[in-house]
């Protein structure tokens, strides 16, 4: 199992600005972006169900797992989850284990303050919006090593980073390996 947050960030490190708007990253990350859904690095999406309703058009091609504290019955690819149990549960009944986690900010934050995330693309673009929705990434950089760099463009480039320490809190379950798709990308 290997979970791996994809976010575009400002220089200041908003996902959003204060408009609520956050789909501002560039053709080139966007194209990143995409590539890397496409491949076999994911088999399904985590979104907030803020971020789902936003996104859902564009991410039909692989199962969606929506957190939400009142959940719906499943609907075409899309299924609810609660809480992190209940996820996993998910993940385990259908053979998923190399989910994106997408966003927006109250889903990364549920994620890293409780140290689900193995991996981190970290995109950031030459912007500064002052106010809007953090990722505070920053808060828990220190589990994480930075593996690389590229740059995408010269107004944009992505961080690579990888959890140092891959223990999880206990799932209840010994199907927890890391997946042999997972490391197929970057
Ligand atoms: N730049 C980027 O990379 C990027 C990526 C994704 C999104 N975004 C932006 O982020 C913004 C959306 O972020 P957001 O933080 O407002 O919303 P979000 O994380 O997408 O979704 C929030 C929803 O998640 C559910 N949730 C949150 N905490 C929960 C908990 N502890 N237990 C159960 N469910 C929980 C709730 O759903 P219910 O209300 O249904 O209970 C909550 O309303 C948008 O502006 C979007 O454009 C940016």
Redesign the pocket.
Known sequence: MQITL????SLDG???NDM??????SPEDKAHLRFFLRSTACDCFI?????????QSKLSFKPLL?????PQPPQANRMDF??WEDLNRLLLLKGLNAPAL?????????FLENKLVDRVIL?TENLRFYRG?S?DFQRFQSGFTLEKTDHLSDRTFVSYYQKKNPTRPARGTSQDGRSPHATGYA
């Open positions: 994809l976010a575009a960030v908003f996902i959003a609520g708007q956050g789909n501002f990253s979104c907030g169900r803020k971020t789902a309703r936003e996104f929506t957190f939400t504290r009142t609660t809480n997408l966003g927006g900010a109250e889903t990364y934050a549920y995109t929705k990722l």
